[in-house]
């Protein structure tokens, strides 16, 4: 599975952006997707997860009512909706596919492919 992300900018505080997650290869209804991101000089950390049926969700304490991870199987693709965004959301943000990932889970590991990011920065 091939993963592309896109959709980062330059937001202002309070302001929204979407990410997207366009997958190409094998099945994509066959993967759980995650998105996860790498702020400059910390560690990847978990964001949002999905199940291959879209029916099943979870979210990491720092975006949990303010980002929404959706799927759409039909179209290969996997979105981050981030709202009421915030400085701290500053990082560069990652897709990542994977067979037999839980839900709820929060580990990076566990994901067989991943894309090459795409920068979100949020100005105060």
């Known amino acids: 599975v091939q993963l592309q992300a896109f959709g980062g900018g330059l937001v202002q505080a309070g302001g929204s952006l979407r990410l997207s997650c366009a997958a190409s290869g094998r099945p994509f209804s066959w993967y759980a997707m995650g998105w996860f991101r790498q702020a400059p000089g910390k560690e990847r950390e978990f964001v949002a997860n999905i199940l291959w049926s879209g029916e099943t969700t979870y979210y990491a304490d720092s975006v949990k009512g303010r980002f929404t991870i959706s799927r759409d199987n039909a179209k290969n693709a996997v979105y981050l909706q981030m709202n009421s965004l915030k400085p701290e959301d500053t990082a560069v943000y990652y897709c990542?596919?994977?067979?037999?990932?839980?839900?709820?889970?929060?580990?990076?590991?566990?994901?067989?492919?991943w894309g090459q990011g795409t920068l979100v920065t949020v100005s105060s």
């Open positions: 990542a596919a994977g067979r037999r990932i839980v839900i709820p889970t929060t580990a990076t590991t566990g994901y067989e492919y």
